[in-house]
C-alpha cells in the first residue's frame, strides 16, 4: 500500500516538472520544434543544416548546425552526394535565435550578423491574409510560440530527435517552395520519400524535412552523449527505416508493438503547415543567382497592408493607408520604375503618364 501510495504521489510531480520545463511528451516537442524550422525558414530562406547525432554535449555540432566555406552542411551524414539529404540531430539554439527566444546581448549579436534584409523580420510587425480578394479581410497576426529548449534536441526517452533534410532546402539558391523537390520522379534523392504501413509515399513530391523519435525501444537511437545503446537491426520492424540512415526513405504509420515485421513505435512529424502557413504571401528565393536573397510572392497571393474595401484580382501590392516611403540611397537608388508600353503612375496629388491618359 505504501509503494502504491507513493506511486500516485510520484505521478503528479513528474508531470509538473515536464511542465515546468516546457518538455511535455515527444509529440509537444516535435511540435515546438515544426514551428522552430518555420522561423528558421522565415529568416533565413533555407531550412537549418542539421548537428551530429554522434557528437557529446559541447562538441561542435551538438546542438547547433554547422557550415563550411561555400554554405554546405558539415555536421549531418550525407546521404546521396551533393543533391541527396542531410540526417542529424536537431540544430535547437539556432532554432531558438531564430524563434527571438535569445536575450540581452546573445540577441543583439544575433541580429546583428543577420543579413541587412532580415534583421527587421524578428521585430514581428508583419501580417499575414488570406483570401484577400474575396474582402472579408481575415488577418492574422504572425504568433510566437514556446521556444525551443536545449533539451528538445532529445525525445522523452532521453534519446536524440533525428532531423533529416534535403539538401537543396539548406542554401538559399537552391531553395524555392513554389516548385516540386525535384521534377524526374525517376531520380528520389533530391527529396525525403515518408512511406505509410503499405509502403505507399504519403507525398509524390517529397517532403523537406523529417523529424522522427525512435521510439520506447530506442532502437538505433543516440543518447545525449551520442552513443548508440540498441543497434537499429536489433529487430525486425517497419522502425529500421527511420534509424538505419542508409537513404533518404523513412516511414511514418500507426504504432505496432507486436516484434516481428511490422513492428513501429516511432513518432514521425514532416510538415510545416500550421508551423509556417502554406498560404504566407511571401518567401526568400535568389532569383538572380547571385547569392543575393530576394523578396518574392507565392503564385496567386499578395502582400496587403492595412486592407481596403476591395482587392483587385491583378493587385499584387496592396497600400489601404499610410505613405510608400522610398528614400534615396549614397548610391542615388530610390525609384520607382514602371516598365512596359503603359508607363503610367498615378495618385490623388501626382500623375505621370507617358500616353497622357491621367485624369483630370
Same mark, same amino acid.
Given at each position: 500500500?505504501?509503494?502504491?501510495?507513493?506511486?500516485?504521489?510520484?505521478?503528479?510531480?513528474?508531470?509538473?516538472?515536464?511542465?515546468?520545463?516546457?518538455?511535455?511528451?515527444?509529440?509537444?516537442?516535435?511540435?515546438?520544434?515544426?514551428?522552430?524550422?518555420?522561423?528558421?525558414?522565415?529568416?533565413?530562406?533555407?531550412?537549418?543544416?542539421?548537428?551530429?547525432?554522434?557528437?557529446?554535449?559541447?562538441?561542435?555540432?551538438?546542438?547547433?548546425?554547422?557550415?563550411?566555406?561555400?554554405?554546405?552542411?558539415?555536421?549531418?551524414?550525407?546521404?546521396?552526394?551533393?543533391?541527396?539529404?542531410?540526417?542529424?540531430?536537431?540544430?535547437?539554439?539556432?532554432?531558438?535565435?531564430?524563434?527571438?527566444?535569445?536575450?540581452?546581448?546573445?540577441?543583439?549579436?544575433?541580429?546583428?550578423?543577420?543579413?541587412?534584409?532580415?534583421?527587421?523580420?524578428?521585430?514581428?510587425?508583419?501580417?499575414?491574409?488570406?483570401?484577400?480578394?474575396?474582402?472579408?479581410?481575415?488577418?492574422?497576426?504572425?504568433?510566437?510560440?514556446?521556444?525551443?529548449?536545449?533539451?528538445?534536441?532529445? !525525445?522523452?526517452?532521453?534519446?536524440?530527435?533525428?532531423?533529416?533534410?534535403? @539538401?537543396?532546402? &539548406? =542554401? /538559399?539558391?537552391?531553395?524555392? #517552395? +513554389?516548385?516540386?523537390?525535384?521534377?524526374?520522379?525517376?531520380?528520389?534523392?533530391?527529396?525525403?520519400?515518408?512511406?505509410?504501413?503499405?509502403?505507399?509515399?504519403?507525398?509524390?513530391?517529397?517532403?523537406?524535412?523529417?523529424?522522427?523519435?525512435?521510439?520506447?525501444?530506442?532502437?538505433?537511437?543516440?543518447?545525449?552523449?551520442?552513443?548508440?545503446?540498441?543497434?537499429?537491426?536489433?529487430?525486425?520492424?517497419?522502425?529500421?527505416?527511420?534509424?538505419?540512415?542508409?537513404?533518404?526513405?523513412?516511414?511514418?504509420?500507426?504504432?505496432?508493438?507486436?516484434?516481428?515485421?511490422?513492428?513501429?513505435?516511432?513518432?514521425?512529424?514532416?510538415?510545416?503547415?500550421?508551423?509556417?502557413?502554406?498560404?504566407?504571401?511571401?518567401?526568400?528565393? !535568389?532569383?538572380?543567382?547571385?547569392?543575393?536573397?530576394?523578396?518574392?510572392? @507565392?503564385?496567386? &497571393? =499578395? /502582400?496587403?497592408?492595412?486592407? #481596403? +474595401?476591395?482587392?483587385?484580382?491583378?493587385?499584387?501590392?496592396?497600400?489601404?493607408?499610410?505613405?510608400?516611403?522610398?528614400?534615396?540611397?549614397?548610391?542615388?537608388?530610390?525609384?520607382?520604375?514602371?516598365?512596359?508600353?503603359?508607363?503610367?503612375?498615378?495618385?490623388?496629388?501626382?500623375?505621370?503618364?507617358?500616353?497622357?491618359?491621367?485624369?483630370?
Amino acid at each position: 500500500m505504501v509503494f502504491a501510495m507513493m506511486g500516485f504521489l510520484l505521478a503528479p510531480i513528474y508531470y509538473v516538472m515536464f511542465s515546468l520545463m516546457r518538455m511535455g511528451p515527444t509529440d509537444q516537442r516535435l511540435e515546438t520544434i515544426r514551428y522552430g524550422i518555420g522561423e528558421y525558414y522565415r529568416i533565413w530562406g533555407r531550412l537549418p543544416c542539421p548537428g551530429n547525432l554522434n557528437a557529446a554535449p559541447g562538441a561542435a555540432g551538438y546542438d547547433a548546425e554547422t557550415r563550411n566555406g561555400t554554405n554546405v552542411c558539415t555536421s549531418g551524414i550525407n546521404v546521396g552526394g551533393a543533391t541527396g539529404i542531410y540526417i542529424g540531430s536537431v540544430p535547437v539554439q539556432d532554432l531558438a535565435a531564430a524563434m527571438d527566444c535569445l536575450s540581452g546581448t546573445q540577441r543583439a549579436t544575433y541580429v546583428g550578423n543577420l543579413p541587412v534584409d532580415a534583421q527587421n523580420i524578428l521585430q514581428r510587425n508583419l501580417t499575414r491574409m488570406r483570401d484577400a480578394a474575396k474582402g472579408n479581410a481575415e488577418k492574422y497576426a504572425i504568433q510566437k510560440q514556446n521556444c525551443v529548449t536545449v533539451d528538445m534536441l532529445l !525525445d522523452e526517452y532521453d534519446n536524440k530527435i533525428v532531423y533529416a533534410v534535403s @539538401q537543396i532546402t &539548406t =542554401r /538559399i539558391a537552391t531553395m524555392d #517552395p +513554389a516548385l516540386d523537390l525535384n521534377a524526374n520522379p525517376a531520380d528520389d534523392m533530391g527529396k525525403i520519400i515518408i512511406r505509410d504501413n503499405v509502403g505507399q509515399a504519403l507525398s509524390s513530391k517529397g517532403q523537406w524535412f523529417v523529424l522522427a523519435s525512435l521510439g520506447k525501444d530506442g532502437k538505433g537511437a543516440h543518447d545525449r552523449f551520442g552513443n548508440v545503446g540498441i543497434p537499429c537491426t536489433a529487430q525486425p520492424g517497419f522502425d529500421q527505416e527511420n534509424c538505419d540512415h542508409a537513404n533518404n526513405i523513412f516511414r511514418s504509420m500507426p504504432v505496432a508493438l507486436t516484434n516481428d515485421a511490422n513492428h513501429f513505435d516511432d513518432e514521425v512529424d514532416y510538415s510545416l503547415d500550421n508551423a509556417l502557413s502554406e498560404h504566407s504571401f511571401w518567401y526568400w528565393k !535568389d532569383l538572380n543567382e547571385d547569392g543575393q536573397r530576394d523578396l518574392t510572392f @507565392q503564385p496567386n &497571393t =499578395r /502582400i496587403v497592408i492595412d486592407t #481596403p +474595401a476591395t482587392v483587385g484580382a491583378n493587385d499584387k501590392v496592396v497600400l489601404g493607408a499610410g505613405n510608400l516611403a522610398i528614400k534615396q540611397d549614397a548610391g542615388g537608388g530610390g525609384n520607382i520604375e514602371v516598365q512596359g508600353t503603359d508607363k503610367g503612375f498615378y495618385s490623388p496629388k501626382f500623375c505621370y503618364d507617358t500616353g497622357s491618359s491621367c485624369p483630370p
